[in-house]
Structure formats: structure tokens, C-alpha cells
């Protein structure tokens, strides 16, 4: 076995290159036309270009392709972009934790961006500015308690699963309103507003009609003057395929990934968090 030699199409990784990572200039290159896309989309809005932030999905990518992206980020600020950073998303408090370490040179803000079990809060809390996933008062609760005597509180987003699918987390939209407003009031956390994963539809109708949901949602949300809730106007909606259908329903965050990092690796069939 040691002796057979590798087959001959198989690529060795270069020095620099992250082995699931796209190279540096490519990854600069997309979040220049994210950052178009984004701008592009809140003009034909009437929206101020800097009322959405870009939050970069890094599921599945290394954490030198997401240096990459904080390097690119940085550059074009230091050009004169007038944007704001780009925060980080991740779904996995494992990858979280894996990355993380590696990139505390750079200072991102990290948000969890998918379910997270009781048991992995205090990992996710090391690292985590803000917890995008909470789909009901428990895990808020669970939160409210571990930051508990924190200086700053935690930002929480509500996430709500606008379209009904089985598959996506969330409250359902006719509970939202009601679990959002006790996350608000719970000590230690700070409201931010609300988060969804649209539609996993070509119809752009249907998910602009999710979209604008979620915003319906917050208004009232926003318009109950429950104690916490004046904070929650954010909006974290939109993803590589639809970003421009959320900025115009009124996103004040779209969450990235393969727009900036290209294609994810095939899933694999163990997905717990
Ligand atoms: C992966 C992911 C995204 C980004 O999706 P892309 O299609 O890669 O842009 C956004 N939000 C959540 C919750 C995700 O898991």
C-alpha cells in the first residue's frame, strides 16, 4: 500500500491554497460583485447603500478561504468602499469553534446562523456576537442565563420559517410576534429582530412573499412597544440566489456563502449540529 505511487490526476494542494478553500483573488473577486449586487439592489430599492450588511456564510470552507474574504473585505474599505465589515455565519458550533481560534487577528463578528443544541451553547457563546437561530423561548431563556452579568448584552434574532417547509427551523409566522416579544423582555439579551431561510422556490413571488412576511412580522413586532422590542428592526434575509428580492422587501442583513466561496462540497449524511 505505501509503495503504490498516488494516481496521476490527483491534485496537490499548493503552498497557500486552502484544500476545500477557493484561492484568494477569486474570493475578492465575488465579494466585489456581492458588494455590486448588494448596491445595485438597495438603489433600485430607493434604500440608503449602506442599509444592508453581508454576512458571509463559511459552512464547509476553511478558515484560510474566510481570511481570504476578511483580507478582500478590508482592502476595499481601505479603497474607500464605505461599507461596513462583513460579519461571519456559521451553522455548526464545531466549525464555529474550529475557525474561530484562527481568526482572532482579524476581529469578525461571528453569528450562529443555524439550530443550536442546549449543550453546545457555551462553546457557541465563546465566540458567537450573536445568535440569528433562536426559534423559541427556551433556548432563549437558556441564552438569557449564560450571558447573565455579561457587560453587553447578546444580540438575538428570531428566526421564523416563513414558508412552512418541513425541513427549515423556525417559529411559524402566526407565533412569531408572541415569541419575539418574550425573547425581548428576557435580562441580558438584546432583541435584534428577525431571521428566516426563504422559500426553496423558482417562483421569485413566493419568496418575495416570505420576505415580506417576515417584514410584516417585525413591524409588529417593532409597533407593540413590548420592553425590548425597539432595537429589533433588523431584517437577516436573503442568501446567495435571492439577495436582491430580500433588500427589496427590506433586509438589513443577507447571509452569503457560495456567491463569495463558490460551491460547498456535497453534503454529508450525518448534518447534527
Ligand atoms: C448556507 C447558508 C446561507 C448561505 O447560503 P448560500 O446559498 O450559500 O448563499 C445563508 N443562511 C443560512 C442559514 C445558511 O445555512
Redesign the pocket.
Known sequence: MADTPPPADVTVPGPGDGVHGPDAAQVAQRLATVRARVAGACRAAGRPVDAVQVLL?S?TMTADAVRAALHADAAARAAGSGTAPVLL?E?RVQELVAKAPALTDLAPRWHV??PLQSNKVNAALRWAAAVESVADEDLARRLSDRVAGRADPLDVWVQVNVSGEPTKHGTTPTEAVDVAVRVAALPGLRLAGLMT?GAHSPDADVVRAGYRLLATLRDDVVASGAPGTAHAGGLSMG???DLELAVAEGATVV?????VFGS?PAPTSTAAA
Open positions: 456564510a459552512k455565519g451553522n446562523i443555524g431561510v442568501m446567495s440566489r447571509r452569503v456563502g457560495t456567491a460547498r
